[in-house]
């Protein structure tokens, strides 16, 4: 016969999260917090992705004066559509993210270019949903000289196969600005496929109503996903 604790901290099949199992005792459900914060914390725990000619590591302001240097390529700050940070605002930005990392609501990185082992743009996991096995991968920018030259295509493939292939990912998300066609044709060259459109999601900087496209990739799509993205990354340019 299953112990209480046995009982508390036996994973159930379809979910992989701890079940209480009608337990009410108040300090059962707070051991029961206790385990999932502790599943969460595997989900952002601190790593370093590596492919070929990339590299992503967790997200520092020993970055700064790359990613500096990496925002006036192009004045990407000016796309209102975007994101991005300008150049006296990019300190603030890997604080801010720093800050959700700290309160384990997200994992950033600075995406390293092998070729001249600097920072050229940021990425995420972020809304996380660690009982459901989602994960949306987002905050994503890169300098316009390396788009368009498959680092993007690599940077995603580590991140799809981490998300799928270690944390066991039944859908990973992702999602943009409904004007910001660059970035969802990238997002659907990747194979990914739109849910859905949120309509008046959220209130921009300039005051503007953002609709977001929001797209997903789920476990049963990512063995053509990874295959395609492998051939992408992979072929002569």
């Known amino acids: 016969m299953l112990t209480r604790t046995s009982r508390l901290l036996a994973m159930s099949e379809d979910s992989s999260k701890p079940v209480c199992w009608s337990v009410q005792s108040p ?18 725990e601190p790593m370093t992705l590596n492919g070929p000619g990339v590299r992503l590591e967790l997200l520092d302001q ?5 990613l500096v240097e990496a925002t006036r390529d192009g004045a990407l700050w000016k ?22 990392f700290e309160q384990q609501q997200m994992l950033p990185f600075a ?5 001249s082992n600097k920072a050229v743009g940021m990425t995420t996991f972020m809304n996380v949903d660690a009982a459901n096995r989602r994960v949306e991968i987002g905050s994503t920018w890169l300098r316009k ?8 295509t690599q940077c995603k493939l580590l991140l799809l196969t981490h998300a799928f292939e ?3 990912c039944i859908a990973v998300e992702l999602r943009t600005h409904f004007f910001n066609r660059q970035s969802r044709a990238g997002i659907e060259r990747l194979g990914a496929k739109l849910d859905g459109i949120l309509r008046n999601h959220q209130i921009s900087p300039n005051g503007t109503l953002r609709d977001t496209c929001v ?8 063995p053509t996903v990874k295959a395609h993205l492998t051939f992408q990354a992979t072929r002569p340019s």
């Open 62 to 66: 020993r970055h700064h004066d790359d």
């Open 215 to 222: 797209y997903s990739i789920i476990a049963g799509e990512w």
């Open 27 to 44: 300090v059962v459900c707070l051991l029961c917090l206790v385990i999932m914060k502790a599943h969460l914390m595997t989900w952002l």
């Open 145 to 152: 000289s390396v788009q368009r030259t498959g680092l993007n």
């Open 166 to 168: 270690v944390l066991d």
């Open 111 to 115: 995406i390293i270019a092998e070729s």
């Open 79 to 100: 796309l209102w559509y975007t994101s991005v940070p300008g150049p006296d605002g990019v300190a603030a930005e890997i604080q801010r993210r720093l800050d959700l």
